[in-house]
């Protein structure tokens, strides 16, 4: 039997062999907590003391219980802490080893646990007591469904899986001790749930060994020939198997080139499974042994086979390269199959030393790494990948949604970690939106973000996203960042490119309007156009930057959409310019334009809602279409648009007017404008729904409600923000809601700046 199969809690210093007469002394060593603290040496004293404090309490819950072998049952939960600590599990997975079997059998309450030990150990040990109640039955379920929910529940919380393997690993080791009749479906059911598992987490060694056992008590029969004959083969091969040490070694010694050579034996499961699969007999199976070399560094790895192929010829076609290509489950090694001394064909495995880490320990290496190495880039890595290997798991069974819905990994609690559609892993900050996850993927994708599904629903863009979810960007050209995209965004990512392209945006509409309202200043000045690109023109625009201390024209026209300078005075001082250079003003335009002006208070700029950052409306008059409104150009923040009678508007006009200049709606605006109406209704059940189902007949959407305060009295003030199309549009939804029952009265609010 190879070393693997070997129970771990076994004391190597054990002085008397537990035997039928008097296995009390063995089994005290056993059950003692002295038997793990030799392995517990990467734990800080206090943590140490933690996990000594649960083997206490765990011995005592456990006292006069016994295994089946007739050891005490804390033997067994020493077994399992003795596996964990194998894997460097942190103190918290080992105190929640050693309690794993304490809630069920023992009588001990999840509430005293989280008193004693804290929360997290507790919910550990109840993550594990679930796992216990889902029994796998082949009679009953598909494979697939049983595999599924087994899952579900175990994602939870990555060290609860690794817990169970360790105890089903000490079960199976065990299994010997119960009844024969009980071996069948405890077998299976390790093949066929916890074997994959420990496969697709990359925990190869455990993969191995329930595989093993399972086999053994599933066919003790085969388990036994085979393991006869390989003992024979065994036997016959030893020469020539030390013959090819020596070679390689030789081989490598005068390469210079330190290497660690080990051997290593196919499983007697695996030697089964491919005289199954392949019809040989067990003559047949050639490949039983091979070497491993473990080498300092990955480049390494290539020199170590070129130095093998000079002394073995290589067989064709049997080089594989999961260096460059790791497996699924993160497996990385180089093979090659060679043909040795008297033409017998070997198999070697190259790798680094980190790489037989994950070679035998798969997720477990996480905890490995961290202990020596924290944040390092493989530690990372080997939670992507775990998480790769969930999802294979999750393609193999039927109900992706549900699935998903009760993973939770809480593996990295600071990050989550969600899938694209073509199932890349992306990690995210927790509390990271959609928003977020589409500057990830690329800021083209985020600038133009029009809306989400995730796991195929339509979400808002403001959606956090859980582990696991499914995320779908839909994007659309016109669709551009909105600034209310910064109050939810995490990632400094998605906030520098929102925060850049909004800088941009506000740039160029900033300089479409000032171009604007300088060649209308203009015009009142009597000039058509600005001076063409020749070179008294030129001499024209650098005196006026000059006069104006801006360094380009662009910026001119920027801060004076922005109403850091005046227009009407920046074109004075051009006219005053073009005519000292000999070109005269339009006599005839400028008297229309002036009368214009005159008229209708100032020249005019139209105004149809696709203006984004350049041009505001103003939230207390709120202005829709067919309200006549003024513009008032505040102090570096653009054109703000007001209804005319706005006392807020009427208050900086008479402060500031030279501010104000005409503006007038679109004849075709562009979108619905949102405006503030107050609905007095009587109190009483469902009004707000009748009043929004009114609101929703005449098309208007509702922004925001504000409900009043007075629910004691009869009557109460329904203040909503809705978005219509104009002031007929507003008039059909007042005049709906006028005709709903329990609304006494319905107008539009114009309070706020009253
Ligand atoms: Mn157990």
């Known amino acids: 039997m190879s070393a693997i199969l070997q129970a771990p809690s076994a004391s190597p210093n054990n002085p008397s062999p537990p035997g039928p007469g008097g296995p009390a002394a063995a089994n005290a060593a056993a059950a003692s907590f002295a038997s793990l603290t030799a392995r517990l040496d990467y734990l800080s004293p206090p943590d140490l003391e933690q996990v000594r404090q649960a083997y206490r309490f765990a011995d005592e819950a456990h006292l006069g219980q016994l295994r089946n072998s007739g050891e005490p049952y804390i033997t067994h939960p020493i077994a399992v802490a003795a596996q964990c600590a194998e894997w460097k599990l942190d103190a918290q997975a080992l105190m929640a080893a050693l309690l794993h079997d304490a809630l069920e059998d023992c009588g001990v309450s999840k509430a005293e646990l989280i008193e004693r030990f804290g929360s997290p150990v507790a919910e550990l040990v109840d993550g594990l007591t679930k796992l216990d109640k889902l029994q796998f039955n082949t009679r009953e379920e598909s494979q697939a469904e049983s595999f599924r929910k087994m899952l579900l529940a175990m994602a939870r919380d990555v060290r609860v899986i690794l817990i169970k393997l360790a105890d089903r690993s000490h079960n199976m080791r065990t299994l010997a001790d119960v009844p024969r009749s009980k071996w069948a479906r405890i077998a299976s059911e390790t093949q066929e749930i916890y074997a994959p598992i420990a496969y697709r987490l990359g925990l190869n060694q455990t993969y191995r060994e329930l595989q093993d056992l399972s086999f053994r008590h599933l066919h003790p029969w085969r388990h036994a020939v085979l393991e006869k004959a390989l003992e024979r083969a065994r036997n016959r091969r030893r020469d020539l198997i030390q013959k090819v040490r020596k070679e390689v070694e030789t081989a490598f010694e005068s390469a210079n080139m330190s290497v660690r050579i080990g051997g290593r034996e196919k499983t007697l499961y695996s030697i089964y499974r491919k005289m199954d699969e392949k019809h040989l007999s067990f003559a047949q199976i050639t490949d039983m042994y091979g070497f491993r070399l473990l080498v300092p560094n990955q480049s390494d790895c290539y020199t170590a086979m070129g130095t093998l192929h000079q002394l073995y010829k290589p067989v064709p076609g049997k080089f594989k390269d999961h260096i460059a290509i790791p497996k699924l489950n993160g497996y990385q090694s180089l093979h090659t199959t060679l043909v040795g001394p008297s033409g017998v064909t070997i198999e070697f495995q190259i790798r680094t030393e980190a790489m037989h880490v994950v070679a035998e320990s798969g997720v477990a290496a996480h905890w490995l790494y961290k202990a020596n190495e924290p944040d390092s880039p493989m530690t990372a890595r080997l939670g992507a990948q775990w998480l790769q290997s969930l999802l294979d798991i999750q393609n193999e069974t039927r109900d992706a949604a549900e699935f998903w819905d009760h993973v939770k990994v809480d593996l990295f609690p600071d990050a989550v970690y969600v899938f694209t559609p073509k199932s890349r892993i992306l990690a995210l900050p927790r509390g990271a939106t959609v928003v977020d996850f589409a500057y990830a ?85 009597g000039i058509e156009r600005f001076p063409t690109d020749d070179s008294t023109s030129a001499g024209i625009w650098d005196k006026l930057l000059r ?202 609010c114009t309070a706020a700046g009253a």
Not at 448 to 457: I, L, P, Q, S
Not at 492 to 504: M, Q
Not at 655 to 677: H, L, M, Y
Request: net charge neutral; with cysteine; glycine share 8%.
């Open 441 to 525: 993927i690329h800021s083209d994708i985020g600038d133009r973000t029009m809306a989400a599904r995730v796991n195929g629903e339509q979400v808002p863009l403001r959606t956090e996203l859980k582990n696991g979810d499914v995320v779908e960007v839909v994007t659309a050209s016109v669709s551009a960042p909105n600034p209310a995209w910064l109050s939810f965004v995490r990632t400094g990512r998605a906030r520098s490119k929102i925060r850049h392209h909004l800088k941009t945006l506000a740039q160029t509409e900033s300089e479409g309007l000032g171009e604007k309202l300088l060649l209308q200043a203009l015009r009142a000045e």
């Open 547 to 748: 006069f104006t201390g801006n360094r380009n024209r662009s910026e001119l026209l920027v801060d004076i959409g922005l109403g850091k300078r005046i227009a009407g005075i920046v074109a004075k001082r051009m006219a005053t310019l073009l005519s000292e250079s000999g070109e005269k003003p339009n006599a005839v335009l400028m008297t229309r334009e002036r009368f214009n002006a005159e008229s209708s208070g100032h020249s005019t700029v139209i105004v149809d809602g696709s203006e984004n950052a350049s041009v505001q409306y103003a939230s207390c008059c709120r202005p829709i279409p067919g309200d006549v409104i003024v513009g008032y150009l505040g102090r570096g923040e653009g054109l703000v648009v007001h209804a005319e009678d706005c006392a807020v508007a009427r208050k900086l006009h008479n402060k500031d007017s030279e501010r104000f200049i005409g503006v007038e709606w679109s004849d075709e605006p562009t979108r619905a404008f949102e405006t503030g109406i107050v609905v007095t209704v009587n109190n009483g059940k469902g009004v707000l729904a009748r009043v929004a189902s009114a609101l929703a007949a005449s098309e208007a959407d509702i922004i925001h409600i504000d409900m009043g305060q007075e629910a004691a009295q009869e009557t109460t003030d329904l203040r909503f923000v809705i978005a219509v199309r104009d002031r007929q549009h507003l008039a059909t939804a007042l005049r709906n809601l006028q005709r709903t029952s329990s609304v006494l009265q319905a107008r539009r």
